[in-house]
């Protein structure tokens, strides 16, 4: 990040796009901002890229998502590891202190109100200013995970779709990327939602259609493939809004 440039917790591209949807990306970047504990959380550089510390290539679906849509797109730009975005403000893995195996040092006595105040709030504020656009909002959250959590078997889905109450859209979409030959898993590699999470806030909670999937890491590692399965979600989403008729 360059000096001249203003740090911010949370961009976006695409508000004046025409379509309905909202693309979402929750844990786009491994960033620490400035101000949390002098830019470091403390960990190596190598841990700083791995699945713990942001969704590898998720940020580059998410944007080429939107692009084919022709709808906005959200993202956060602080790891995850300094509050997670994607969890209720009284969720007790807000902050994570260890994360498949990697305790976080700079966590044991982390001043959550203040990275609430300048990381968390602000990315939600934008989320509901952009998810309010429109009265026919369609949310579309992009994640990725790890092939395989430490001392754990290897997951076998190439993509998975998850849901709570509301799968007016994720049954469509499961249907759809089945009938395209994928490995998909049903709320795998992790169930449903979690209460006060993103989609829940400002999906459920306003009655929005909505969609999280999960892409492996390992099948998005560049931009091409980043490209590919934006190209490849984007006619799939289309088709499921279609049978889901919302």
């Not at 695409?14 to 960990?43: K, M, S, Y």
């Not at 942001?54 to 797109?73: F, K, T």
């Not at 430490?150 to 998850?162: A, D, H, Q």
């Not at 395209?180 to 929005?208: F, K, M, S, W």
Request: with cysteine; glycine share 6%.
């Amino acid at each position: 990040m360059s000096q001249s440039t203003p740090y911010s917790p949370v961009h976006s591209e695409g508000a004046t796009r025409a379509g309905r949807w909202l693309v979402t990306c929750d844990h786009a970047t491994n960033q620490i901002p400035p101000f949390i504990e002098g830019g470091t959380l403390g960990l190596a550089a190598a841990d700083m890229e791995r699945h713990i510390a942001y969704d590898i290539g998720a940020l580059g679906v998410s944007r080429a998502l939107g692009e084919y849509l022709d709808s906005p797109v959200i993202w956060s730009d602080f790891s995850r590891l300094v509050i997670d975005p994607n969890r209720g403000a009284d969720d007790p893995t807000l902050v994570m202190k260890l994360y498949d195996g990697t305790l976080i040092p700079a966590n044991r006595d982390a001043n959550t109100a203040e990275r609430m105040e300048l990381c968390y709030t602000p990315y939600h504020a934008k989320y509901a200013e952009l998810a309010a656009r429109r009265e026919d909002t369609v949310i579309c959250a992009i994640h990725s995970f790890t092939p395989q959590l430490n001392g754990r078997p290897k997951r076998p889905w190439e993509v998975g779709v998850l849901y709570a109450s509301d799968t007016r859209l994720s049954a469509p979409t499961l249907t759809h990327l089945r009938n395209a030959g994928l490995c998909v898993g049903d709320n795998e590699p992790y169930a449903g939602h979690l209460r006060g999470d993103a989609i829940d806030t400002h999906a459920l909670q306003h009655g929005r259609p909505n969609v999280l999937i999960e892409i492996r890491n390992d099948l998005i590692e560049t931009d091409a493939q980043q490209k590919e399965w934006a190209q490849r979600l984007a006619p799939i989403l289309e088709a499921a809004l279609s049978d889901a008729q919302v």
